[in-house]
C-alpha cells in the first residue's frame, strides 16, 4: 500500500512539473525526463499522460522562439515611445513589422527572429536616437534618411565576429526591402513626406492589409476576440462581431467581407449535403458578388480570386438577419458598413482608442490571422490536401497554401475548431474527419510508440528547418540510445 502511494505521488510529481514548468525546461531536461518517466513503472494510462504532456513541452520549446520574439519586441516597441524616444506612428509601423511582417514572411527560422532580428532591431533604433538627438518619426526611416551610410556606421559600431555583422547587415536590409515596398509602391497614409489622393491612399492601405500574413489563432483566442467586441458600444459591437464570425467561418479576405448585401442574404440557398459532417449551412454564390462589386467600383476592387461559393451557418445567419432589420439596410447596401482603415485602427488603436491588441491581450493580432487559421483548418481537416483550401478559399496556386499553413495546426485543434466555429468542410473529405476523430479513441503500446516516435521525427525536422542544430544532435543521439 506504501509503495502503491508513492507511486501516485510520483505520478503527480511528474504531471506538474510537465503541466506548470514544461515550457521552461530545455530540451535535454525534457528528453532526461521522459526517460525517467518510461522507467519509472507507471501504468500505460499514466506513461501515455506524461508522454502527451512531454511531447506538448518539446514542440512548444521549439516553436515558442517566435512568440519570445514577437512579445520582446512589443515590449521594446513599448520601451521606446515611453521614454519619448520614437513617436506613434513609427511604433505603428514598428509593431507591424516586428510583430506581424517578420516573423511570418521574412524570416523562415524563429530562432534567427529571437536571436537575432529583434536585437537587431532594438540595438538599431537605440543607435539611431543616439545619433540624432530627437525622437525618430516615420520620415526617420525614409530612404533619404535611412540610408546605406546609416546602416554601415552601425555595423561598424558593433563588436564582435564579422559573422554577427554580416546577420546584421541582411537583417537591416531585408528591413529597407519592406519599406520601400510600403512606402514608394504601396504609398501608405504613414508616409508623411509623399502625398497621395484619398482614394488612392485607401486602395493602398487596403492592398497591404491584404498582404500581411497573420498566425493560426487557438479556439480560445477567438472566442475572446468576440467576447471583446460584444463588449463595445453598439452597433459597434455586432457589425465587429459579424466580420470577425464571416472570417472565421468562411476564410473571405478581409476586403470581400465588405462585399455582402440583404439580398445576398435573402436569395441564400439551404444545403445539409455539402458537408463532411452533414450540418446545415447557407449557401451564398460568392464570385458573382465581388464581379458586381468590381463593376461598381469602376474596375476595381482586390485582385484576388475569391471562392465560387461561401457557406454560413445557421446562428451566424440569424445574428446577420437580426443586424439587418435593427440597422434598417437597404437591400443592396453592404451589411458591413465600415471601411478596412477603420478595422485596422479598431485592431491596432492609436490616440485615446485601445485596440484590440491591448484588450484581448493578443499582440500580433490581424484581419488575417481569421482566414490563416480558416485555410489551416480546411487543410489539416481534408487530410493535408491543398486542392481544397484553394477551391473554397480562392487561392490560384497550391505553393501558397503549401508555404503558409501545411504545418501551423495539429489535426485535434483542427478538428475542434471545425466543429465550434461551424467551418463547412466539403463532403468529399469525410473519411479524413473520421480518421482524425479516430486518433482520438485509446492506443496500443505499439502505436503510441509509433506515433511517438513520428512525432520527434518531425521535431527533429523541424529544429533542421529552423537552424538549431543542437537540438538536433541531442535529439538524434536520444533516439539512437534507445530514449535513454
Keep these: 500500500m506504501a509503495a502503491e502511494k508513492e507511486e501516485r505521488k510520483d505520478y503527480e510529481y511528474y504531471r506538474q512539473l510537465l503541466r506548470e514548468r514544461g515550457e521552461e525546461l530545455s530540451v535535454e531536461e525534457l528528453l532526461n525526463l521522459k526517460y525517467e518517466i518510461s522507467t519509472a513503472g507507471f501504468t500505460k494510462s499514466q506513461v501515455s499522460s506524461l508522454i502527451s504532456g512531454y511531447l506538448g513541452a518539446l514542440l512548444t520549446n521549439l516553436t515558442n522562439y517566435k512568440d519570445r520574439g514577437v512579445t520582446e519586441a512589443g515590449m521594446a516597441i513599448g520601451r ?34 529571437s536571436r537575432y532580428v529583434v536585437p537587431g532591431f532594438i540595438s538599431f533604433i537605440e543607435f539611431l536616437y543616439e545619433r540624432k538627438r530627437k525622437k525618430l518619426t516615420v520620415s ?12 554601415t556606421m552601425f555595423l561598424l559600431s558593433k563588436s564582435g565576429k564579422e559573422k554577427t555583422r554580416e546577420t546584421y547587415r541582411k537583417i537591416l536590409n531585408k528591413f529597407r526591402g519592406w519599406l520601400d515596398e510600403v512606402f514608394a509602391e504601396q504609398g501608405l497614409p504613414l508616409r508623411a513626406f509623399t502625398r497621395v489622393k484619398p482614394r488612392e491612399e485607401s486602395k493602398a492601405l487596403e492592398v497591404a492589409i491584404e498582404s500581411r500574413h497573420g498566425r493560426v489563432l487557438t479556439a480560445k483566442e477567438i472566442n475572446t476576440v468576440l467576447g471583446t467586441v460584444r463588449g463595445m458600444k453598439y452597433p459597434a459591437n455586432e457589425t465587429y462581431s459579424i466580420f470577425f464570425r464571416l472570417m472565421t467561418v468562411t476564410g473571405l479576405r478581409p476586403v470581400h467581407t465588405l462585399v455582402l448585401t440583404p439580398t445576398d442574404i435573402e436569395t441564400a440557398v439551404v444545403t445539409d449535403t455539402d458537408d463532411a459532417l452533414g450540418r446545415m449551412f447557407y449557401k451564398i454564390r460568392f464570385w458573382d458578388l465581388v464581379k458586381k ?17 461561401i457557406y454560413l451557418p445557421t446562428s451566424l445567419m440569424k445574428l446577420i438577419e437580426e443586424y439587418i432589420v435593427q440597422q434598417d439596410i437597404s437591400a443592396h ?25 491591448k484588450k484581448t491581450g493578443i499582440t500580433d493580432l490581424t484581419p488575417t490571422c481569421f482566414r490563416d487559421t480558416w485555410a489551416s483548418v480546411i487543410y489539416v481537416c481534408s487530410g ?44 468529399a473529405y469525410g473519411d479524413a474527419v473520421k480518421t482524425i476523430e479516430a486518433g482520438m479513441k485509446p492506443k496500443t503500446e505499439l502505436e503510441q510508440q509509433r506515433e511517438l516516435n513520428a512525432v520527434e521525427d518531425t521535431i527533429i525536422a523541424m529544429a533542421e528547418k529552423m537552424g538549431m542544430m543542437d537540438v538536433v544532435v541531442a535529439l538524434k543521439k536520444h533516439k539512437e540510445g534507445g530514449g535513454k
Design 293 to 309: 462589386a468590381k463593376e461598381a467600383e469602376k474596375g476595381w476592387i482586390h485582385g484576388k480570386l475569391p471562392p465560387d461559393y
Design 333 to 357: 447596401e453592404s451589411i458591413i458598413s465600415i471601411s478596412l482603415n477603420t478595422i485596422e485602427n479598431a485592431i491596432k488603436g492609436g490616440g485615446r482608442t485601445v485596440g484590440l491588441r
Design 80 to 113: 521606446f515611445v515611453k521614454a519619448n524616444k520614437i513617436d506613434e506612428d513609427l511604433a505603428m509601423l514598428l509593431s507591424d513589422y516586428l510583430t506581424v511582417e517578420a516573423p511570418t514572411n521574412i524570416y523562415g527560422s524563429g530562432a534567427t527572429f
Design 384 to 427: 493535408a490536401q491543398s486542392e481544397a483550401v484553394m477551391e473554397a478559399g480562392g487561392w490560384r496556386e497550391s505553393k501558397t497554401v503549401l508555404k503558409h499553413y501545411r504545418t501551423h495546426i495539429m489535426p485535434l485543434q483542427a478538428l475542434t475548431l471545425l466543429k465550434e466555429f461551424e467551418i463547412r468542410l466539403p463532403p
Design 140 to 151: 526617420s526611416l525614409s530612404a533619404k534618411e535611412l540610408s546605406k551610410t546609416e546602416i
